[in-house]
């Protein structure tokens, strides 16, 4: 009989092996495509704008260190080191981490594979811990835990998701079948206060607009609870 904590393993370590190559392919084409295309973003305004809301999730940052959590082409690391915050990005793909180390040495660059305990537990605890567009490909529950335990008493968890209930995220779900599962308000708030010393969480759903002219999204305000299907939301879990 197979051991179950080996076919848990064996399965983590599929998904991983899956989008380390895919992502691999998709930094690759960075230069042709844009980072908002290569990073699986529908356009550079939707990447923007959710940057902006991720700036508002952090709070101040000037002498905080910060973890960001799967940072892909390191940009949001960047912008949270010129906010004043000492920066770690870590991500799957070493050819990316490498080419960061030698551009932007100001920020701490490592490969991690966020599925691995062994990789995200050697990683020191910090102020603010961020994961944005990266737990869809974590099992969602799991790799927030994992994350959770490296965020230092007194700091946050900041994450942005594709909303499981979004008619749009489910066609992407029903196209990249077990390797790509996003979250729910529901899912976020029924085991989200419970993790070991969470004081609060707060979310906030981003919607795409009919009129996108000025803005893509529509955003809701912070609270306890979303309204309606919106196709991203934005959470932050504090930490006593």
Same mark, same amino acid.
């Given at each position: 009989?197979?051991?179950?904590?080996?076919?848990?393993?064996?399965?983590?370590?599929?998904? @991983?092996?899956?989008? !380390?190559?895919?992502? #691999? $392919?998709?930094? %690759?084409?960075?230069? =042709?495509?844009?980072?908002?295309? /290569?990073?699986?973003?529908?356009?550079?305004?939707?990447?923007?704008?959710?940057?902006?809301?991720?700036?508002?999730?952090?709070?101040?940052?000037?002498?905080?260190?910060?973890?960001?959590?799967?940072?892909?082409?390191?940009?949001? @690391?960047?912008?949270? !080191?010129?906010?004043? #915050? $000492?920066?770690? %990005?870590?991500?799957? =793909?070493?050819?990316?981490?490498? /080419?960061?180390?030698?551009?932007?040495?100001?920020?701490?660059?490592?490969?991690?594979?966020?599925?691995?305990?062994?990789?995200?537990?050697?990683?020191?605890?910090?102020?603010?811990?961020?994961?944005?567009?990266?737990?869809?490909?974590?099992?969602?529950?799991?790799?927030?835990?994992?994350?959770?335990?490296?965020?230092?008493?007194?700091?946050?968890?900041?994450?942005?998701?594709?909303?499981?209930?979004?008619?749009?995220?489910?066609?992407?779900?029903?196209?990249?079948?077990?390797?790509?599962?996003?979250?729910?308000?529901?899912?976020?708030?029924?085991?989200?206060?419970?993790?070991?010393?969470?004081?609060?969480?707060?979310?906030?759903?981003?919607?795409?607009?009919?009129?996108?002219?000025?803005?893509?999204?529509?955003?809701?305000?912070?609270?306890?609870?979303?309204?309606?299907?919106?196709?991203?939301?934005?959470?932050?879990?504090?930490?006593?």
């Amino acid at each position: 009989m197979n051991n179950p904590e080996n076919v848990e393993n064996g399965v983590r370590t599929a998904l @991983s092996e899956a989008w !380390r190559k895919h992502y #691999a $392919a998709a930094h %690759g084409r960075m230069a =042709v495509e844009g980072c908002a295309r /290569s990073m699986d973003y529908s356009n550079e305004r939707c990447e923007l704008q959710i940057y902006a809301h991720l700036l508002e999730a952090v709070g101040p940052l000037s002498g905080k260190k910060l973890l960001d959590a799967g940072c892909g082409w390191g940009i949001t @690391s960047l912008i949270f !080191r010129a906010c004043g #915050a $000492a920066v770690t %990005g870590v991500d799957i =793909v070493p050819e990316t981490i490498a /080419s960061l180390r030698s551009r932007h040495p100001d920020v701490s660059w490592d490969v991690a594979d966020l599925n691995d305990s062994d990789d995200v537990t050697r990683l020191p605890l910090f102020d603010t811990v961020v994961a944005a567009e990266v737990l869809e490909y974590l099992e969602f529950r799991a790799g927030t835990e994992r994350l959770w335990t490296r965020v230092a008493p007194g700091g946050r968890l900041v994450g942005c998701i594709p909303n499981a209930e979004c008619p749009i995220v489910k066609r992407v779900v029903e196209r990249d079948g077990p390797t790509y599962v996003p979250g729910s308000v529901a899912d976020l708030t029924l085991w989200g206060r419970r993790l070991p010393g969470a004081i609060d969480l707060k979310v906030k759903g981003l919607g795409f607009q009919q009129d996108q002219s000025f803005l893509p999204f529509a955003q809701g305000d912070w609270g306890a609870e979303v309204p309606g299907t919106p196709n991203r939301i934005l959470f932050v879990i504090l930490r006593g």
